[in-house]
């Protein structure tokens, strides 16, 4: 697709009237108080890689809670740019008047963006908008559809248990989910949370069986400390990692036992070093072709 917010801005920066000596590239993400989409980093990513092309120095201002220790709004020196290019997202409120403020000296440009009012001074202290929307011209592709990105990582359905008091002094359900979350949350995967309950009157939960299993399905694989997410993901073929949060175990152990499923961690065993194990033969041919072998779809 031709991505013309792209063209049109880097034509401005190539003006022979005013080329740009050092640029800093900033948006949503660079906020300490705002957000970093998924569209918003895919954004910079596609300015980041024309800019780079086009043999224009640049730096990316991120904010401190998403990228800790990177180039930030406050660590960057304004008078160590001459240039500042605003990305996606609205050009609109207090956040982007400060920017202008802060970086009053440089010329300041804004792509791929919507005008939500064109007389708010977030929108007026640029020199040249670029818009996709919210302006007398034409729509434009935002910059995320085009933007390039490194291969997707695997989806993971993480199906986990807060209950079974029934336990009682054997539960390690809190100490097991942390663990697991903990874990999960530095696995370049897509985590998704799902929930074997069902209701009918609540969006987020599957309101059939049918509809909890084609979900399943759809996994790269599952980790669960649940006896069904164990068994509904191999009945639709997908590799699982089954962590019993039981100390001693009991039925997640029981039921892996019963089908023959080795991806089995006990509460007392339960590492990062083991879960990466046992998830890198879940992504295999091999965790595959197991997984396959229980499928019942």
Known sequence: MH???TAAVLDTLRSPARPPGRLLLTGWFSFRDGEATAGDVLAQQQMSAALSRAGIL?????SPGFRPGALSLETAEPGAYDTLLFVCGPVYGPQVAALHARFRTCRRLAAGVSVVDPADPGATGFDLIVARDGTAGPARLDLAATAPAGPL???AGVVLSHGQGEYGARRRH?????????????????RVPADTRLAGDDWRLCATAEQFLALVARFDLVVTTRLHGL????????PVIAVDPVAGGAKVSAQAR?????ALVAADALTPRILDHWWEW???GTGRTAAACHSMR
């Open 3 to 5: 991505d013309d917010v």
């Open 58 to 62: 640049h730096d990316t201002a991120w």
């Open 153 to 155: 990582p695997p989806v």
């Open 174 to 190: 809190a100490e097991v989910n942390e663990r697991i979350t903990g874990w999960l949350a530095g696995k370049d995967c897509a």
């Open 231 to 238: 068994v509904l993901a191999l009945r639709t073929g997908t």
């Open 258 to 262: 019963a089908v023959g499923w080795p």
């Open 282 to 284: 879940a992504l295999s």
